[in-house]
């Protein structure tokens, strides 16, 4: 290759990179000295499909090979797991009826899904498509990466939030910061070059609806308010023309024909946002499917979808306590926001032309690679606040919940309260933390319950336990408690509700480990077997040479020696045996392939002669 | 001093008035944001990390409170030995019994399907609104007085007592005339 790098001395100093996990695509992104530069694998592409497969060797593969994948492939394989990112089989039994996910779990338990004969958590499949990432990210700079920033929706919750840390992890990634998507499009954006104003930021993805209001202050990006919905995006339109498709057509309805489909109107919703008529089309199974489809009819089947997100909006600017007329840029985020309908509706309710002018599938990533260097300290003069999208309370008498954080509060935010005990010599005093708007715990998310352990047996009513709830720059909670009479910290367990535990988490990434150690050992036998074949082949054909009757008889039986202890290696998982037989095999054939190469050169001499 | 012994007031550098400049206080606001926010500290050690969490946590609580000039007069009372008290819903104010007699009758009306109960209760509303506009004027005075004068911290706290008495009948009020805005408008007003 003969290239050679310059050393910036800076530049070694491994990169934070950002990171857009997206539920149909993914892209990754880093600073450098001109920007913040999105990540292109060796083929150009900087967009990775969130699609992931289980390969023929059991091993998980993402990106564009999954997505072929997906066809072919379809129970082995997996799109749009964002949408069970910290959630409960409970959860998605509406999501179900439309995506082919197979989940094994029931309930309130944590979802588990089956790929193949295997079963994986929703955020080992994301970490799939993490390493992917990673991966091209250390091609392309030539380093390893290992610390990045990732988006999330701004209305994720503490479950969702915690899920996509431990997908970080599961990669091999340090999540130094989870960054809201519309908070960092803001930023991407560069609006500060504008000293102050109010800006809205609108983002429409692939599964996730969101929309956020922010101060702009001379470089301080303060949210003031965030509101949205996490199952509403372009997947929603996708599914409307899909059962229309599935209705009309008799393209057959296995997995696969399904799958080709969604794929058929997924082209031909992306084309009605430039031409006004284009075609649904399809041949699968014998069968051919065409239907025109023009912008006036899939505007009015995707009306209800679009007005489905000005609620939020609204809200949004009641809670930021903000007229229409107030806002005075808006922003546009996210792949569904190249429909004009929805251009058109953002536009009427902000009273605003909408900022079209960066990609809206890559402002996020490239939003995300600013927010790494402001925390890898090159970016001094932007900082961004941002706030919690719900409230956050605790279950009291009567299934209610006390809010103690309310939402919209900038983060990070805390709050103190103090439990006691109800009964004589108690020992535990179990805390139920919820998260939602709503006043009965029946209808606010259940994030976790922290049982206070140990606590000095009292009279009922005398222990004191201060408990601080503590929600984190990652929009994550963080509990401690102390006795407020000794000052002592006091243990508190959590157990997440939904999430995985601490212990599962590292399970997992032990494993990962395991696999990645036993993936690096199979290819290192696989190379070495191929090098085995190629020295193993050329002594026999050295044993036919003249040359080997030129060797004496204790030489040719060293060189059968060392071929039948090769042989006898050969099929053992163990690259060092197979290699110390292919290194004596070498060693003792030396001379043989001498004579073989003077043999030959004097055929060639001779050969010469001749002519 | 620790940061996270400092009272809210101290913390932003301020004397501990009632009244306070919004500009100057996002201005201050700010500044500590950007020198405390853990985007800044993502490459110290664990211990400066932790500081600057509990900084700037304490900084965004004080903040909420010191910007909102209710939350700051109630956190002054208690800072003072004051504190508001949790009977707010129990002891009805002598000069509001006869409103909160009629309103609970129409209330009841409503709730059994008697629709003209709303027109009654929409002029409970409007009465309630203007009665939180007077009580914020008195509120306005009595902060001006005791930022001259350090007195009335007693008096305050039944001002405020009384406003949050009706601030609960109004959110009442707006959940039985629309119980879906309601929700969402209540949280505003805690």
Known sequence: MGTFQIDFGESRKSKIVGIDLGTTNSLIAYLDLTGPKIVEDHEGQKIVPSVVSLADNDRLIAGEAAREMLLTHP?????????????????????????????????????QLKLGNRTFTPPEISAAVLRKLKDNAEEALGAPVTEAVITVPAYFNDAQRQATKDAGRLAGLEVLRLVNEPTAASLAYGLDKRKDGIIAVYDFGGGTFDVSILRLHDGIFEVLATNGDTHLGGDDIDNLLLRIALEESDIPQDSEGVQRLRRAVIKAKEELSFVPDTK?????????YQRAINRELFERLIAPIVERTLEPCRSCLADAKLTPEQIDEVVMVGGSTRIPLVRAAVERLFKAKPHTELNPDEVVALGAAVQAGILAGDVEDKLLLDVTPLSLGIETMGGVVSKLIHRNSTIPASATETFTTAVDGQRNVLIHVLQGERELVKDCRSLARFDLKDIEPMMAGYARIEVRFLI????????????ARTGKEQTVEVKPSYGLTEEQ???????????????MNERQVREARVEADNILAATEKGQRNDAWEALTADERSQIEAAKRALLAVYNQPDHRAINAGIEELNRVTNKLAENMMNTAVRGALKGTKID | MPIVSKNFFQFFGLEQKLCVDADALQKRFYELSRQWHPDRFSRKSAAEQAEALEATSLLNDSYRTLKDPVKRAEYLLKEEGFPIGEQRSKDVPPELLEEVFELNMALEELKGGDDDARGQLESTRIKFVGMQAEIDKQLQSLFANYDATTQGLPEIRGVLNRRRYVDNLLRDVDRALNPAAAAIAVEERL
Do not use: H
Request: aromatic share 6%.
């Open chain 1, 75 to 111: 129970e082995r394989s997996i799109y749009s797991v964002k949408r069970l990112m910290g959630r409960s089989a409970s959860d998605v039994q509406e999501e179900l009826k439309l995506f082919p996910f197979r989940i094994t779990s029931e309930g309130d338990a944590a979802i």
């Open chain 1, 280 to 288: 649904i089309e399809l041949t699968y199974g014998g069968k051919t």
């Open chain 1, 472 to 483: 984190d720059a990652n929009g994550i909670l963080n509990v401690t408690a102390r006795d």
């Open chain 1, 505 to 519: 988490v590292e399970g997992m990434i032990r494993e990962s480990l395991d696999n990645a150690e036993a993936d």
